[in-house]
């Protein structure tokens, strides 16, 4: 029988792991990727459903949001915000109330700064019920709620246990690892980006003509399908 817990016992617990609950870079980089990795998946049954349900020829949409990678920035980002935030509450109400003002929040956040840096949108509510500009909208705030009760209590606590028990060096440098990757990933993924909606100007450096070569409108298209260039 598991006994009471005591603030001796806590304070115990808390020497023997101390990153225990703590949200440290390869833990962020690992919730990053399953955040981003469901958050495609998660799309990707979505498009499928979608197609079905308005009579559509059923095809297959790349929702990855990247050009290498399968870790949606979005939901990865958003589940970084999530844990960073609620992963100290404990009642499921609290969790579903902030999480839905933060997810919205974020992405807002995230759909302005496309916007304003690039010049693109790869998505908008327009069209949605109770939207806000366009960029978030209250039931998909409300779906964030319900994502964030997912994310902190059957994402991030068994994933917390489960990193606490391998060896500490190891983890570390596989997080460093996968962050470098990640980063390479992001670095190509903007700069193709920023070629894509510049096409009609004349690269300056061979780099840009390179990414013109090797990222081709045809690829981007078929990479970010519901990205608009404003």
């Known amino acids: 029988m598991k006994g009471r ?13 101390p990153t225990a609950g ?32 308005n009579d559509y020829t059923i095809r297959y949409i790349d929702c990855r949001g990247s050009l290498f ?16 935030f609620l992963k100290k509450y404990s009642r499921p109400w609290q969790v579903f109330t902030v999480g839905a003002l933060a997810g919205g929040a974020v992405e807002y956040f995230l759909s302005y700064c496309e916007e304003a840096i690039l010049g693109t949108r790869s998505w908008n509510y327009d069209d949605w019920l109770w939207n806000i500009n366009g960029r978030t909208t209250v039931p998909i705030m409300i779906v964030w709620g319900i994502l964030c009760m997912a994310v902190v209590f059957l994402l991030f606590r068994p994933l917390d246990r489960f990193f606490e028990g391998l060896p500490a060096r190891t983890f570390r440098i596989i997080g ?24 009609d100007t004349e690269p300056l450096t061979a780099f840009g003509r390179w990414l013109d070569a090797v990222f081709p409108d045809e690829l981007m298209r078929r990479r970010f399908p519901s990205m608009k260039i404003q």
Do not use: H
């Open 5 to 17: 817990e005591t603030p001796f016992s806590r304070a115990v617990g808390r020497y023997a792991n």
């Open 22 to 53: 703590k949200l440290t870079l390869a833990k962020a980089v690992f919730v990053y990727m399953f955040g981003g990795g469901l958050g495609t998946l998660w799309e990707v049954i979505f498009n499928v459903f979608y197609q079905i349900a």
């Open 69 to 84: 990678t399968y870790f949606n920035p979005v939901y990865g980002c958003g589940a970084l915000v999530i844990v960073f």
């Open 176 to 199: 460093i690892c996968c962050l470098a990757a990640l980063c390479i990933d992001m670095f190509f993924t903007v700069s193709a980006m920023l070629r894509y909606v510049m096409r």
